[in-house]
């Protein structure tokens, strides 16, 4: 894969040119930024700022998103500009989370076969009964209430969504989902989670894996996963490539 290619890929199909994933979200390019506003997610995706620019863009943006009492996030990626944006977020009052990995890979590069341990099955997540089997392995396996469902149950309606939960009987135990990117060539791997006592059976393998087979079917060229640590390195075995950083600077008023 040649990861300057994909890097420019994802920053103009992913950042300056991204596209809602519901009706009811919006993206809205203002001043030097790109916001994307969705359920439950407020973020400035994009930005294109230097030295002179950037402490008033970041001033008029936490004016712009804290006036109706709301925070957001500023999802900062290692290559934007100005260098030191990252301490300029600081200054402003930004909280850094965890830096994360972009990593991608193209699909006919990865094995697709769904090699499932014996005991359970894979459920399709097609339902508000399955969104609320998912939303159960998120809490168990992130150890957080989430606020999700609404996405999902938005995202799914849209048909920019596919997600599975892995059954053990009744039982969910691991769950994840993928965004679709329609016209980007990209689809996204978010919220792989396996419940404790449940791990390091291939289950997190296998969901890859059934992803990256309906991406291939619906005609997409990469995957792409902001990866934790503790992911990281199993992708790397499974054939994703790091091509930069990333980290949300969140602002709350």
Known sequence: MNRDEALAAFDRGLRRDARPLTPGDRVEHVGRVIRYLGDGWDCVIWSDLDDATADAEIAAQVSSFTSPGRGFEWKLYAYDRPSDLPSRLLKAGFVPGEEETLMVA?????????ALPGGVSLRPVATDADVD???SVHDQAFGAS????AALRAQLAADTLVAFVVMA???????ARMELYPGTGFAGLWSGG??????????????????ARIAAARGYRYLQV?????????????GFH????????TYQP
């Open 106 to 114: 193209e699909i006919s590069d990865l094995d697709t076969e769904v």
């Open 133 to 135: 089997l998912m939303m």
């Open 146 to 149: 989430s606020d999700l469902a």
């Open 169 to 175: 009987g009744d039982e969910p135990v691991s769950a």
């Open 194 to 211: 396996t419940v404790p006592g449940w791990r390091g059976r291939g289950l997190y393998r296998a969901l890859v894996a059934s992803r």
């Open 226 to 238: 902001d990866a934790s640590a503790d992911s990281r390195p199993i992708l790397e075995r499974l």
């Open 242 to 249: 790091p091509l930069t950083t990333t980290t949300p600077y």
